[in-house]
T-cell receptor, first 113, second 114 residues
Framework: DGGITQSPKYLFRKEGQNVTLSCEQN?????MYWYRQDPGQGLRLIYY???????QKGDIAEGYSVSREKKESFPLTVTSAQKNPTAFYLC????????????FGDGTRLSIL | DAKTTQPTSMDCAEGRAANLPCNHS???????VYWYRQIHSQGPQYIIH???NNETNEMASLIITEDRKSSTLILPHATLRDTAVYYC???????????????FGEGTQLTVNP
């Protein structure tokens, strides 16, 4: 079945450590997105990529980095510069075209040790 | 994006139709209505979207009023697994190929009871 796979489901970070969240899609979608969701709040856009080897900052990119070396993969690194990383991280993708909806993975919950 | 207003919570009996309303009185002519739902600790699930005509898929039906200022999501035969927070989102369709972000409001907590 086609879909978006995020791993791991749960992740713990130590002080000063960088961690990488994986997002893989087999939907042949062009654009991919990373969002952060905090308890009781909506989604905030971290980074997005419309094409391989190109990506743009979203609303809260500080302390995060991404890469898009392959169409199907869009990993997110949470660096030590992100002082409040505890959140639910969601990856989404969409096909190019008018009105196409974004589809989401099941998320990674990141906590601080 | 146009602002949407949804009831905070709704209840529905299992097997009955669930009708979830959404008000979007400031919607523009180039904006679609999208519906998503999110079950606790899972990613949002796309349900359906429409511009001005009523839409139906295997999950639900979307009824948009003629003036497009409100819409209703219909789950024809609700099950316990339909218990979730349902989000109505209005977005310009031309944003899909740019750095569009989905803005989720408060949503409606739908509880399907046995």
């Amino acid at each position: 079945d086609g879909g978006i796979t995020q791993s791991p489901k749960y992740l713990f970070r130590k002080e000063g450590q960088n961690v990488t969240l994986s997002c893989e899609q087999n939907l042949n979608h062009d654009a991919m997105y990373w969002y952060r969701q905090d308890p009781g709040q909506g989604l905030r856009l971290i980074y997005y990529s419309q094409i391989v080897n190109d990506f743009q900052k979203g609303d809260i990119a500080e302390g995060y980095s991404v890469s898009r070396e392959k169409k199907e993969s869009f990993p997110l690194t949470v660096t030590s510069a992100q002082k409040n990383p505890t959140a639910f991280y969601l990856c989404a993708s969409t096909q190019a075209g008018v009105g196409q909806p974004q589809h989401f993975g099941d998320g990674t919950r990141l906590s601080i040790l | 994006d146009a602002k949407t207003t949804q009831p905070t919570s709704m209840d529905c009996a299992e097997g009955r139709a669930a009708n979830l309303p959404c008000n979007h009185s400031t919607i523009s002519g180039n904006e679609y209505v999208y519906w998503y739902r999110q079950i606790h600790s899972q990613g949002p699930q796309y349900i359906i979207h429409g511009l001005k005509n009523n839409e139906t898929n295997e999950m639900a039906s979307l009824i948009i009023t003629e003036d497009r200022k409100s819409s209703t999501l219909i789950l024809p035969h609700a099950t316990l697994r339909d218990t979730a927070v349902y989000y109505c989102i209005v977005r310009p369709f031309l944003q899909e190929t740019s750095g569009s972000r989905l803005t989720f409001g408060e949503g409606t907590q739908l509880t399907v009871n046995p």
